[in-house]
C-alpha cells in the first residue's frame, strides 16, 4: 500500500472562499520526491533527502470542502488517512521540481503554473 496525492485547484482566492466543491481533480502519479516538496510531515522516510518547498495549511474551520464520488456529493474534511484536509497556495506549488517525474506529473504541475499565484489548492492524501 502506497501514498497517493489528489490536487483541486479553486478558482477563487482564498479571501473569499466559503465552500468548494473539488470538481477540479488532479490526480498525480505516484513520486514520493515530488509529495515531499509538498508535505514531508506526510510524507516521513520516504520523501529521502528532499526540501519542502510548500507549508500546508489546514482547511479553515469556515471553508466547507465536497468531492464528487460514486454515491454523490460528499462533505470532507480528513483525507483517506483520518488527517485534516490541508491547502497550499499555487505559488508554493509552483516551487515544487518535476524533472525527474513521470510526463504526467510535469503536466500537472504545466497547469499549476498557469493559475494566479493566491489561488488555493486542496491537497487530498489518499
Known amino acids: 500500500m502506497g501514498m497517493d496525492l489528489t490536487l483541486y485547484p479553486h478558482n477563487d482566492r482564498i479571501q473569499e472562499w466559503r465552500s468548494m466543491t473539488g470538481s477540479s481533480t488532479l490526480d498525480l ?23 519542502q518547498v510548500c507549508s500546508p495549511k489546514p482547511l479553515p474551520p469556515n471553508v466547507t470542502f465536497h468531492v464528487y ?18 491547502y497550499v497556495e499555487a505559488w508554493e506549488l509552483k516551487k515544487v521540481k518535476t524533472s525527474d517525474s ?6 500537472v504541475f504545466a497547469m499549476i503554473q498557469a493559475l ?3 489561488y488555493p489548492v486542496v491537497l487530498y492524501w489518499r
Open 29 to 51: 502519479d505516484r513520486h514520493y520526491k515530488v509529495f515531499a516538496q509538498i508535505d514531508k510531515k506526510v510524507m516521513g522516510d520516504a520523501g529521502g533527502a528532499v526540501k
Open 102 to 107: 513521470s510526463d504526467w506529473n510535469k503536466a
Open 69 to 86: 464520488e460514486d454515491e454523490g456529493i460528499k462533505e470532507r474534511r480528513t483525507d483517506k488517512w483520518g488527517e485534516g484536509l490541508t
Open 116 to 118: 494566479p499565484d493566491s
